[in-house]
């Protein structure tokens, strides 16, 4: 084999609490995870020169060492002696540093792309170990599907898959430093913290409107205090007829479920027409 194609698909939070800030100052968590069919696409090719190339169709991200998909490749090639180099083209379709964990899925892809190229027959669970020193939500998008994440992100429990629905997706064009967001949390005061717990139940019961009706994201407290164009863009889905619309991780990008496609094709409509997101997608929950 020559050459593999991946998709790399994005992923939202249906919910996201801090549980605490411990005194490393790393941040426990409670998410729900869940990948949508947005994705990028990787093209990846050996090569008989040693080494790692990157081309990708847009301007904005790296293609040197400081690329999530060049830090996998040499973690893969090193560790298995692998002497050849290879070529990798990255379609990018996810928004960048929108909360959407576009360079964590580009990870998990050349993981699993590598692992298919040069036939290494690595379990997933051992590629999900390696995964971690990558990032922390690596493992969970070489997973997929939703999941419960805790600790920093690296422990995941598989749960039921929702029921399908109309999503709209859409990334204002600001920016928001994950690092920021946290920092300015002071996660071992809150007062308030979303019910993941209720939220798995509604997922159990197969109930996406009560879940979509529990749907929180601690860190809008930061993000959208700072930023009101989220609110507003939560609104306009929820005017358009969105059972609910919640940020994504740390943000900045805000999603609806809908449960007709009319009214998400309105809110998709009606975001782009305010300008309030140009980058704005409808798109379903993946397995
Ligand atoms: P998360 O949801 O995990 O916080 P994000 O969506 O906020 O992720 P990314 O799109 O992964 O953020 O990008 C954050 C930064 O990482 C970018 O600004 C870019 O410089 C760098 N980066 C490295 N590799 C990639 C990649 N393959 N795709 C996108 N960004 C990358």
Same mark, same amino acid.
């Given at each position: 084999?020559?050459?593999?194609?991946?998709?790399?698909?994005?992923?939202?939070?249906?919910?996201?609490?801090?549980?605490?800030?411990?005194?490393?100052?790393?941040?426990?968590?409670?998410?729900?995870?869940?990948?949508?069919?947005?994705?990028?696409?990787?093209?990846?090719?050996? @090569?008989?020169?040693?080494?790692?190339?990157? @081309?990708?169709?847009?301007?904005?991200?790296?293609?040197?060492?400081?690329?999530?998909?060049?830090?996998?490749?040499?973690?893969?090639?090193?560790?298995?002696?692998?002497?050849?180099?290879?070529?990798?083209?990255?379609?990018?379709?996810?928004?960048?540093?929108?909360?959407?964990?576009?360079?964590?899925?580009?990870?998990?892809?050349?993981?699993?792309?590598?692992?298919?190229?040069?036939?290494?027959?690595?379990?997933?669970?051992?590629?999900?170990?390696?995964?971690?020193?990558?990032?922390?939500?690596?493992?969970?998008?070489?997973?997929?599907?939703?999941?419960?994440?805790?600790?920093?992100?690296?422990?995941?429990?598989?749960?039921?898959?929702?029921?399908?629905?109309?999503?709209?997706?859409?990334?204002?064009?600001?920016?928001?430093?994950?690092?920021?967001?946290?920092?300015?949390?002071?996660?071992?005061?809150?007062?308030?913290?979303?019910?993941?717990?209720?939220?798995?139940?509604?997922?159990?019961?197969?109930?996406?409107?009560?879940?979509?009706?529990?749907?929180?994201?601690?860190?809008?407290?930061?993000?959208?205090?700072?930023?009101?164009?989220?609110?507003?863009?939560?609104? @306009?889905?929820?005017?358009?007829?969105?059972?609910?619309?919640?940020?994504?991780?740390?943000?900045?990008?805000?999603?609806?479920?809908?449960?007709?496609?009319?009214?998400?094709?309105?809110?998709?409509?009606?975001?782009?027409?305010?300008?309030?997101?140009?980058?704005?997608?409808?798109?379903?929950?993946?397995?």
């Amino acid at each position: 084999m020559q050459q593999v194609i991946r998709k790399a698909r994005a992923k939202i939070n249906l919910g996201l609490d801090v549980v605490k800030r411990r005194e490393d100052g790393y941040h426990e968590v409670k998410m729900i995870m869940q990948t949508v069919d947005l994705y990028d696409e990787l093209t990846i090719c050996k @090569t008989e020169q040693p080494g790692i190339q990157i @081309t990708t169709n847009v301007g904005d991200i790296p293609v040197n060492e400081d690329n999530l998909i060049y830090k996998t490749a040499k973690l893969m090639l090193d560790k298995y002696s692998i002497q050849q180099g290879i070529a990798v083209h990255l379609k990018k379709v996810i928004p960048v540093a929108a909360g959407m964990a576009g360079g964590s899925t580009d990870a998990a892809a050349t993981f699993t792309g590598l692992n298919q190229l040069f036939d290494l027959k690595i379990p997933d669970e051992e590629l999900m170990k390696m995964a971690v020193k990558i990032g922390a939500d690596v493992p969970y998008c070489i997973m997929g599907g939703t999941a419960l994440s805790e600790g920093i992100g690296e422990i995941l429990t598989p749960l039921p898959n929702p029921p399908q629905c109309h999503l709209v997706i859409a990334k204002p064009d600001i920016y928001v430093s994950t690092k920021y967001v946290y920092e300015n949390l002071h996660a071992n005061e809150l007062k308030h913290h979303p019910d993941i717990d209720a939220m798995i139940e509604s997922l159990r019961a197969k109930d996406l409107r009560k879940m979509s009706q529990q749907m929180e994201n601690v860190l809008e407290l930061v993000t959208a205090s700072e930023y009101p164009i989220i609110e507003e863009i939560k609104d @306009t889905m929820k005017k358009c007829g969105a059972w609910n619309a919640l940020m994504s991780g740390s943000g900045p990008t805000v999603f609806g479920i809908f449960d007709r496609e009319e009214d998400a094709n309105k809110a998709k409509e009606l975001i782009a027409q305010k300008k309030l997101a140009k980058q704005v997608f409808i798109s379903a929950f993946s397995n």
